[in-house]
């Protein structure tokens, strides 16, 4: 059999090294590398976050959507703007999340004595139900990986975070 030609050559072979600024073509300052470095990884942990909560919300019959709506309802009702602003999302994936849920009778929109137009979303027996075998899950997933990653290092990764938060909220407020 003849000799084969290997599909990635040796010079084609990516390295281990990691390029520094000039060869990445970067023009942000090292502060700026480390923010874009922080939001690749939060959005990556946000992915992450997601498909976890999917598993725990699972053997409910719910989704992580579904359980942030109904966990924005847990002790209060409110407006879908109200819970779409809570959890920095766009009312109208708010607004299709709770259709959904009120179709599965978890929540039932009641008149809003404030507003006509805008009625309030509130859990029903079958939604609490749902809600606090999602929470009992939790519960037990929180603590095994508060466990293995420390109250202090969580606490210190808080801190950051509100930081992080609290500077793009300053800076979409900057004309």
């Known amino acids: 059999m003849a000799k084969r ?3 990635v050559n040796e010079r084609d072979r990516p390295s281990n090294r990691v390029p520094d600024r000039q060869e990445r073509g970067s023009l942000r300052t090292p502060a700026g590398d480390a923010f874009s470095g922080v939001a690749f990884r939060v959005l990556r ?3 992450l976050l997601t498909s976890a909560g999917d598993e725990l919300a699972r053997p409910a019959g719910q989704t ?3 359980w942030q709506v109904l966990a924005a309802l847990e ?3 409110a407006s879908v703007a109200t819970v779409a602003r809570a959890l920095a999302l766009a009312r109208q994936s708010v607004q299709r999340v709770a259709d959904v849920l009120e179709e599965e009778g978890l929540l039932v929109y009641d008149e809003n004595p404030d507003h006509a137009r805008a009625k309030l979303a509130r859990l029903t027996p079958a939604g609490r139900s749902a809600l606090a075998s999602i929470q009992a899950a939790q519960r037990a997933w929180a603590d095994r990986l508060g466990a293995a990653l420390g109250e202090p290092d ?3 990764a808080i801190s950051i975070l509100d930081r992080v ?3 793009l909220q300053a800076d979409e407020e900057v004309p």
């Open 64 to 66: 992580s959507a579904r």
């Open 5 to 7: 030609q290997h599909a």
């Open 75 to 77: 002790h209060t009702p």
């Open 45 to 47: 942990l946000a992915g």
């Open 165 to 167: 938060a609290a500077a």
């Open 154 to 156: 969580l606490k210190r």
